[in-house]
């Protein structure tokens, strides 16, 4: 089966930065979008950003916009979330996942799978 496997969280004083990493097993998901989400303690996983399956495009939350960028590098089985001037409501577990069908673009979590096991990263003001 193949597994998503994040990487990059961590704690961070708000105004900073941080990479998460998303590594695929294999080029399974070449085709798919690829997304990342959040999900904040006694909170519903939310949608963060997502890149289509050439990353031509991207697409982002209200919250995101402007400061976070999503990119994918198929030839490496990775998608990646850059984080740039972090909140403390930033913090959250945050997890990449795959379009459950290739060649559709969605924001929707109940659209995805599969999913890495999630990284916490944790803003501090």
């Known amino acids: 089966q193949v597994q998503l496997a994040e990487s990059g969280g961590g704690l961070v004083q708000a105004g900073g930065s941080l990479r998460l990493s998303c590594a695929a097993s294999?080029?399974?998901?070449?085709?798919?979008?690829m997304g990342w989400f959040r999900q904040a303690p006694g909170k519903e996983r939310e949608f963060v950003a997502l890149v289509t399956w050439t990353g031509g495009s991207t697409y982002y939350a209200d919250s995101a916009k402007g400061r976070f960028t999503i990119a994918r590098d198929n030839a490496k089985n990775t998608v990646s979330l850059h984080m740039n001037s972090l909140k403390p409501e930033d913090t959250a577990v945050y997890y990449c996942a795959a379009s459950k069908e290739p060649l559709t673009v969605t924001t929707s979590p109940t659209n995805y799978d599969p999913w890495g096991q999630g990284t916490q990263v944790t803003v501090s003001s």
């Open positions: 294999d080029h399974t998901f070449s085709r798919n979008t």
